[in-house]
């Protein structure tokens, strides 16, 4: 029987572990902010930039407004939008991006999202970064993205 218990223990510790890892590392909560997911795609190749997308739900009264973000790992971190321009669809940095109350803002692919410039290293499949989202009421959150295949 010990011996039984001493090997199911730490495999009960393993799946227990992978659980709450998986569920911290995708949502977080900020008053009546909801942070979903927040996601970049792997680097190719020796790329120097990438994107990080997200839904930002808000669950209150009043609307909120992302106004920045912080990243460590890059030159530059900008809040970009997608915009149609003769012809061309162009990336174009914003002030802020607005999460209306009682509803929500998705930042994607071909719309709003973070962009990060001068990258210092490759995003890499599975790596979780550190970042920091800057509200105008809910103020500073900190918030890790993963890294993930493209579609």
């Known amino acids: 029987m010990y011996r039984r218990m001493k090997r199911i223990i730490p495999l009960l510790a393993l799946m227990l572990g992978l659980g709450l890892q998986g569920a911290s590392a995708h949502d977080y909560q900020k008053g009546d902010l909801s942070i979903i997911h927040p ?77 990060l410039m001068g990258l210092e290293s490759a995003l890499k499949l599975n790596q979780s970064r550190d970042l920091v989202l800057i509200f105008r009421d809910a103020g500073r959150v900190p918030v890790q993205f993963t890294v993930v295949e493209r579609d």
């Open 39 to 115: 996601y970049a795609y792997a680097s190719i190749g020796v790329a120097r930039a990438g994107a990080v997308f997200v839904t930002l739900r808000n669950g209150g009264a009043r609307d909120d407004a992302l106004l920045g973000v912080e990243f460590d790992g890059s030159a530059r971190a900008e809040l970009h939008t997608h915009k149609h321009e003769n012809g061309t669809m162009k990336m174009r940095p914003v002030e802020q991006i607005m999460v209306p109350a009682q509803g929500e803002a998705n930042l994607q692919p071909g719309g709003d999202h973070i962009m």
